[in-house]
């Protein structure tokens, strides 16, 4: 499926070809990895996910931007390989978000 700049697909190496960056987010919730109630519910969503984890491999040779909106849980979504190679930009965009933040609760408290 395509419109524009959009595209969706399930092949991951379709997925990131030309991509100027990617966004990630977790695949397991903090929940399923605390409650023993969700262990098939986390195992099912490892098993179908893991082939999108974004990995050394995956990137390798590709000029390409990795975001993701945290908490990381490493070495499902993402490696920490990744996390911290020049791909990353995910602790600048931690920061970023924190001024964002920061500058939504001074708006809120009338003090701009």
Sequence with gaps: EKSGLYQATLDIEKAIDGADIIYTDTWVDMELFLDPKFKKEKEMRIKKLKPYQL????????DILIMHDMPIH???E?????????????????????HGEKAILLRLLGRI
């Design 78 to 98: 993402i490696t920490r390989a990744v996390i911290e190679s020049s791909h990353s930009i995910i602790f600048e965009q931690a920061e970023n978000r924190l």
């Design 74 to 76: 490493e070495g499902y």
């Design 55 to 62: 990995n050394e491999s995956l990137l390798k040779g590709k």
